[in-house]
């Protein structure tokens, strides 16, 4: 069974940092795809970054420069580096990936950035 936890949100002023986590279960991990998305009050869930297995990264236009995604196979964890925060980034994040035709979803973490 997979289950992916996230950490690291929190209350954070305009123009700072945070640097969210999300731990995996099971060996699938390194063999596996992994996104951040996020779903901010009202409005629909978007998707934020990816990083595939062997490490390549994909950003949303809004996140291009910002933040980083990155991973940790030795510790099943992906990582998502946010720079320069907004108050429009103030948004629940999670993390998903696929297995054998499955998405699995985190609870998420809440990001508020205060202006």
């Known amino acids: 069974q997979v289950q992916l936890v996230e950490s690291g949100g929190g209350l954070v002023q305009a123009g700072g940092s945070l640097r969210l986590s999300c731990a995996a279960s099971?060996?699938?991990?390194?063999?596996?795809?992994m996104d951040w998305y996020r779903q901010a009050p009202g409005k629909q869930r978007e998707w934020v970054a990816i990083?595939?297995?062997?490490?390549?990264?994909n950003y949303a236009d809004y996140a291009k420069g910002r933040f980083t995604i990155s991973r940790e196979n030795a510790k099943n964890t992906v990582y998502l580096q946010m720079n320069s925060l907004q108050p429009e980034d103030t948004a629940v994040y999670s993390c998903?990936?696929?297995?054998?035709?499955?998405?699995?979803w985190g609870k998420g973490t809440l990001v508020t950035v205060s202006s």
């Open positions: 099971g060996s699938f991990f390194r063999f596996n795809t």
């Open positions: 998903a990936t696929n297995r054998a035709g499955v998405d699995y």
């Open positions: 990083i595939t297995s062997g490490g390549s990264t």
